[in-house]
């Protein structure tokens, strides 16, 4: 049951949170924080055993839906304070909304209900920042076809992905067909088929190459900070429930034999080999942080090339480590812009010497997202791309899903470099930490303290919101090292 | 029974059909609200009364949303409601056909997958529950995807893209049995979801220019190069 208060929380916290910012943005986010503490609380108190039968379905508790609840509901939080920092008013309404129906899809024991409830949230997640504030630097004109283009996305995807698994439970599908049909050549062509419309499904939601327009559209407009809930969180959702579902209906048999093999890896090379290409020609930190997704969807997708029980695995330790590590490095670009009132990293050299806890919390990203061997996130990596791909082409698309270390190195070269361009446009007053504490006790009053507080938050603006970015960076490398939560 | 599944399919046909063609904002919402009402009631045995509650107070939702979220005047229409009709008989007859021939496919024996024709199904029967629903699936599906996908912004639009999830619902219902439970209420939530982006997408696009204009430029404060 408590599960169901989870969901709960977290839903009614998202749309109270969207509703009261619309008139008091403070109390909004206020709202959305507190929810995302009692989600935190409840998550972490849950009872293994929690589930809840609602008629003849039902919502049952596993590791995996209790880590992602814990770890959304703290990058829920320190979003919805740099939302404050940086002034956008859209973020921490929709993020929640998007953890109810996440945990609410994962928990979920038939995918119907799990799909649908995904399109619900997801929708949140894409259009209220879209439509909020984001999108700024286009037209009108450009700014509602991207929204509409995004939001059609997410229902077409939605579609497919039902009718998909509609078909698997029909009479005729392969969990209602009879011994006899299941042995067919037309029924491997039927289920060849079904894998792949779900792939097509996973592709248009998580803005894979070639169906990555919209998805680069709207991360270049919004703030950063409503790009973990639209995407990195969740894809990672969607392509846990996809991957579920495939393992239960097509099975391995069906994955690793004929053409869908290999569309399926030309699919997901595309992604990683492009994706990591254009985030490294890319000079805005938006493209560099919504390609980087999109080749972590991509390497995720080499899953359904065989849908064994190591490569399934291995998916869920990438897609949640990896949703973790650009949570952080969309915190970081957010930061970065607000600070420098810049995106471009032509104009941000020596940004980490400026602000070196934002340095040190993009450091802990960068190992956080490339991971060293040995650690979970790494071996992932491994898995996933020589469970399909054995030998020398798993070799190469290997090489290709490190690029990471370029792109990442590239954007740290810059911070490391001397100021210049917009940097030291900003004055270092702006960016200064706290200093030492004087010896001995405050002589102000605690009410003078409390009453203080705000203007200490303005002051040390950059401070506290490198620390916020530091902990989401902390966060990504519990979950690179350690690996899967369930 | 039958009769009356019938005269619900009806229902959901012509609501469609007016959803998509009238000229008048309030009375295609009405079309849209006669559809989205009248489709959970083709199954047999009907869903619970509170399942059966939260599909018509979406639909009903939904229809509000679409309607509200523009400014009541004429809007121009497709092809007009005769093109429309014709459309939405089509996908009727293209539903009812899936229908059949997916109950044929289970009856026979390993029917259409590699084993050859089997016996002649003879206990499939059109006019069912799940034959009907394909066929109002395949009305909705018919009037509904072109405007969803290559219609510009605004009310039309919004309630293509409510029938097209309608639709999806119906669909999944003939094919794979009623929703269950906790289905049914993520259907709710999806369909309204799906109204209220309809709805920001058309007040986005009847939005005056001058108004988006300065929404960008007090949001670009934020958003700097």
């Known amino acids: 049951m408590t599960l169901l208060v989870v969901i709960a929380v977290a839903g009614a916290g998202g749309v109270g949170a969207m509703l009261i910012g619309r008139i008091r943005r403070g109390i909004g986010t206020a709202v959305g924080v507190v929810a995302a503490i009692v989600v935190l609380a409840l998550a972490i108190a849950m009872p293994a055993e929690d589930s809840v039968q609602i008629g003849s379905s039902g919502l049952l508790l596993t590791e995996l839906v209790r ?140 803005g894979l190459i070639p169906l990555h327009v919209w998805a680069a559209r709207f991360m270049e407009g919004v703030t950063p900070l409503a790009v973990p809930a639209a995407f990195a969180w969740g894809t990672t959702a969607f392509v846990l429930v996809a991957l579920a579902w495939g393992q239960v209906t097509i099975g391995e048999t069906i994955a690793v034999g004929g053409i869908e093999h290999i569309l399926i890896i030309g699919l997901a090379v595309t992604s990683i ?72 990293l032509a104009e941000l050299s020596g940004w980490a010497r400026r602000v070196p806890i934002l340095g040190l919390a993009f450091a802990i990203t960068w190992l956080a997202a490339v991971g060293l061997p040995g650690t979970a996130l790494f071996d992932a990596r491994t898995t996933l791309v020589f469970g399909a791909m054995p030998g020398l082409p798993g070799l190469v698309v290997l090489v290709l899903a490190l690029t990471p270390i370029g792109y990442l190195s590239r954007v740290a070269i810059t911070g490391l470099a001397s100021p210049g361009g917009a940097v030291v446009l900003v004055p270092r007053a702006a960016l200064r930490g706290p200093g030492a504490r004087p010896s001995g006790w405050s002589p102000r009053s605690l009410v003078e303290l409390a009453r203080s507080a705000p203007s200490s938050a303005r002051e040390y603006r950059a401070f506290l919101m490198s620390l916020g970015v530091l902990t989401l960076a902390a966060v990504a490398m519990v979950l690179s090292v350690a690996g899967q939560l369930g | 029974m039958t009769a009356v599944l019938v005269g619900v399919f009806v229902a959901v046909w012509l609501g469609a059909v007016i959803a998509v063609s009238a000229r008048d904002q309030s009375t295609a919402a009405i079309g849209l609200a006669i559809a989205l009402v009248a489709a959970p009631l083709l199954a047999d045995p009907l869903p619970s009364p509170a399942l059966l509650g939260s599909l018509i107070v979406a639909g009903l939702l939904a229809a509000a949303l679409v309607r509200t979220s523009a400014p009541a005047r004429p809007e121009a229409v497709g092809a007009g409601w005769p093109a429309e009709a014709l459309l939405a008989t089509g996908g009727a007859f293209a539903g009812l056909g899936v229908s059949y021939g997916l109950a044929a496919a289970a009856l026979t024996v390993g029917g259409g997958f590699g084993f050859g024709p089997g016996p002649e199904p003879a206990g499939v029967s059109l006019l069912s529950a799940a034959g009907l629903a394909a066929a109002a699936a395949g009305s909705l599906l018919a009037v509904a995807l072109a405007p969803a996908i290559t219609g510009r912004a605004g009310p039309r639009h919004a309630a293509a893209l409510v029938l097209l999830v309608e639709a999806v619902l119906l669909l999944r219902t003939a094919i794979a049995g009623a929703a269950v439970e906790l289905e049914v209420v993520a259907w709710a939530a999806l369909m309204v979801a799906v109204a209220a982006v309809g709805s920001v997408l058309t007040r986005l696009a009847v939005a005056p220019a001058e108004d988006s204009a300065a929404a960008g430029a007090a949001v670009g404060a934020h958003r700097p190069g």
């Open chain 1, 67 to 206: 880590g992602i609840a814990v770890v959304w509901s703290v990058s829920v939080m320190v979003l919805a304070l740099l939302e404050l920092g940086t002034g956008t008013s859209t973020v921490t309404g929709p993020a929640l909304l998007a953890l109810a129906v996440a945990v609410t899809a994962l928990a979920a024991t038939d995918p119907f209900t799990s799909f649908a409830a995904l399109g619900a949230g997801s929708m949140a997640a894409i259009v209220v920042p879209g439509a909020g504030a984001g999108l700024t630097g286009s037209s009108p004109s450009v700014r509602l076809a991207t929204l509409a283009r995004g939001s059609f996305a997410v229902i077409g995807s939605t579609i497919l992905a039902i009718v998909v698994v509609a078909w698997g439970a029909s009479a005729i599908g392969p969990i209602g067909a009879s011994p006899f049909a299941l042995a067919g050549e037309g029924m491997r062509l039927a289920l060849g088929l079904g894998l792949l419309t779900m792939v097509g499904a996973v592709a248009l939601r998580s």
């Open chain 1, 273 to 344: 080999a492009f994706g990591g290409l254009a985030a490294m020609i890319h000079d805005d930190l938006e493209h560099v942080l919504g390609y980087s997704i999109l080749q972590d969807a991509g390497l995720a997708t080499l899953a359904f090339a065989t849908l064994n029980t190591d490569a399934v695995a291995a998916a869920r330790t990438w897609l949640v480590a990896s949703a973790a590590s650009k949570t952080a490095l969309a915190a970081w670009a957010a930061v970065t812009r607000t600070l420098f009132l810049e995106h471009r």
